[in-house]
């Protein structure tokens, strides 16, 4: 079994900040790429953030300069880091993984977080 588990969403002014974290957890043998997507209401969920083993990211032009991804290889961690906060950036939000499991170590799958609101009043 493998677990993705977020945190650090909540209720922000606009203009602030937050900084969301996924720790991985579980059969891992390997992890891949990580990512963050969002969904709002009526809306379908789209990529914010993703970020390669090797550090390569990428970002959704809407979030560019405001958000940062790292993430920690040795916890298996991944954060999403967001400053300036607009009202149209709330969302839930929810992390990705693509990770090949000790069960299955010749195949990745996707895994997904169970997802954390964060509203950005304004």
């Known amino acids: 079994q493998v677990q993705l588990v977020e945190s650090g969403g909540g209720l922000v002014q606009a203009g602030g900040s937050l900084r969301l974290s996924c720790a991985a957890s579980?059969?891992?043998?390997?992890?891949?790429?990580m990512g963050w997507y969002r969904q709002a209401p009526g809306m379908q969920r789209e990529l914010v953030a993703r970020i390669t083993t090797g550090g390569s990211t990428n970002y959704a032009d809407s979030v560019k300069g405001r958000f940062t991804i790292s993430r920690d290889n040795a916890k298996n961690t991944v954060y999403l880091q967001m400053n300036s906060l607009k009202p149209e950036d709330t969302a839930v939000y929810y992390c990705?993984?693509?990770?090949?499991?000790?069960?299955?170590?010749?195949?990745?799958?996707?895994?997904w977080g169970q997802g954390t609101q964060v509203t950005v009043s304004s």
């Open positions: 990705q993984a693509g990770i090949r499991s000790t069960t299955r170590r010749y195949k990745e799958d996707d895994y």
């Open positions: 579980g059969s891992i043998f390997a992890i891949n790429a």
